[in-house]
């Protein structure tokens, strides 16, 4: 049974630690802001709220990583995550990490994997 996939964007839209594409999930009747990003040469997709409160991580549309470009950050609290797992490395997230995506890149395009009560 093939997996139903919902294209993001191109793969050349993500530049590793650059900036980040954002899209909107659809989950139990809720528009969701999502986001992803390339890190080390690999495609992560996170829900783009915050763990210590739901509010978007990124300061300016698609702005995720902070100066090092080795964390995502909070723009709000300045929590930091990994990029690789969306795990709280500190800040205000206090041990929340984000909330992750099922993404993937096929012939250089970026896909979300769909299931039941995503859209």
Not at 87 to 95: D, E, P, V
Not at 99 to 119: A, F, R, T
Request: proline share 4%; charged share 25%.
């Amino acid at each position: 049974m093939a997996e139903d996939l919902r294209l993001i964007c191109a793969g050349a839209d993500l530049l590793d630690a650059g900036k980040g594409v954002r899209f909107v999930v659809q989950r139990h009747g809720r528009s969701i802001p999502a986001f992803v990003i390339r890190f080390r040469g690999v495609v992560y997709g996170y829900f783009n709220e915050c763990g210590h409160i739901p509010v978007e991580l990124d300061w300016v549309g698609g702005e995720f990583f902070d100066d090092s470009k080795l964390y995502l950050i909070c723009s709000v609290h300045g929590a930091l995550y990994a990029p690789e797992s969306g795990r709280c490395l500190g800040g205000r997230c206090h041990g929340k990490g984000l909330k992750p995506l099922p993404v993937c890149e096929i012939d250089q395009q970026i896909y979300l994997k769909l299931d039941k009560n995503d859209g």
